[in-house]
């Protein structure tokens, strides 16, 4: 028996709750982890999950376990990446969960950048628009929005993500150009399904809000599939600036009532606080925050155009 293997598994089936997704984030089989937990379960003599077909939890003995199994398992990655650090040597793999709104058009030119410098760093890339716990999800860090607050998690902000309504030229010519937010109330809308408002909308304009309820004749978790069915002429959408930019400098795309502003949220660089001094994870972050600083490329073309006032309003 490796004994240090038997206790990553545990700890990895702790954490997720489940053999079987512990099986793939260590990308092993699940009789596999089933077997290496077995093993610490003899030597230690006694059971450390309760088991049934629905689901996976501690045994008292394994709660009063899991603290310092995790502790030994993150000191003993963090102490390898030290002593490669130590050599100059930056091996191993990166699990990394993102945004697809962000993921598209973006991210590849700068994974490309960092591993022209990092070439023994291994980047595993998980995309969806779902809002994960880094630890549970068994990936090193998150690049979302929204994120559940807690201790045992550090987010890190790396840009704003602005929010504007959009529509085609053909759109506006058939149905007219909204002066007033109230106006949206006339049109057929497409509204992104992941936001915490829903479908309350607060725009601002100087000293001046509009609180309004709009019902969206379509609701989508994708963004990307937002502006193609504003770029097919079926309606207004929000969506942020980071995927529509590029089509409203080409004039595929026109602004709608820009004087109004909705509030910005900000994409975090999001991981466990236990992970802290990993140096693969350290320098991703550093890498991220340095590359967007500052105003975001697609925000800078819109504000230097004069398209967008350059002040931010941020979401509470």
């Known amino acids: 028996m490796d004994r240090f293997l038997s206790i990553e598994a545990f700890v990895t089936v702790a954490k997720s709750g489940s053999f079987a997704e512990a099986a793939r984030q260590m ?14 379960e ?30 030994l398992v993150c000191k003993t990655d963090c102490l390898v990446d030290q002593m490669r650090e130590h050599q100059g040597l930056f091996v191993g793999q990166l699990k990394i969960h993102a945004l697809p709104g962000f993921v598209l058009g973006h991210l590849a030119a700068y994974l490309c950048e960092f591993q022209e410098q990092y070439r023994h760093i291994v980047l595993d890339l998980f995309v969806s628009d779902m809002v994960v716990d880094p630890i549970k999800a068994g990936v090193d860090c998150s690049l979302q929005i929204f994120h559940t607050p807690s201790e045992d998690i550090i987010a890190r902000k790396i840009f704003p993500v602005r929010r504007v309504f959009c529509a085609s030229p ?37 000293e001046e809000k509009i609180v309004l309820d709009l019902k969206p004749a379509l609701r989508s978790n994708s963004v990307h599939l937002l502006k193609e069915y504003a770029l097919e002429g079926a309606g207004i959408v929000c969506i942020p600036t980071l995927v529509a930019s590029e089509s409203i400098q080409s004039g595929a795309l026109h ?36 590359r967007y600083a500052g105003e975001p490329p697609w925000d800078r073309a819109l504000t230097d155009s004069g398209i967008l006032p350059r002040t931010l309003i941020d979401s509470p």
């Open 170 to 206: 053909a759109y506006l010519e058939r149905h007219g150009v909204p002066a007033d937010p109230r106006d949206l109330h006339g049109h057929r809308i497409g509204l992104y399904s992941g936001y915490p408002t829903r479908d309350r909308w607060l725009f601002h304009r100087e």
């Open 255 to 290: 602004v709608i009532i820009p004087n109004w502003q909705l509030s910005s949220f900000w994409l975090s660089i999001v991981y466990p606080r236990s992970h802290r001094g990993g140096a693969k994870l350290r320098l991703f972050a550093q890498a991220l925050q340095e």
């Open 42 to 71: 003899d030597y230690v003599s006694t059971p450390l999950f309760h088991r049934n077909t629905r689901n996976v939890r501690l045994s008292e003995f394994g709660l009063a376990f899991f603290h310092d199994c995790s502790e």
């Open 27 to 40: 990308r092993v089989s699940k009789s596999v982890i089933t077997t290496r937990v077995q093993q610490l």
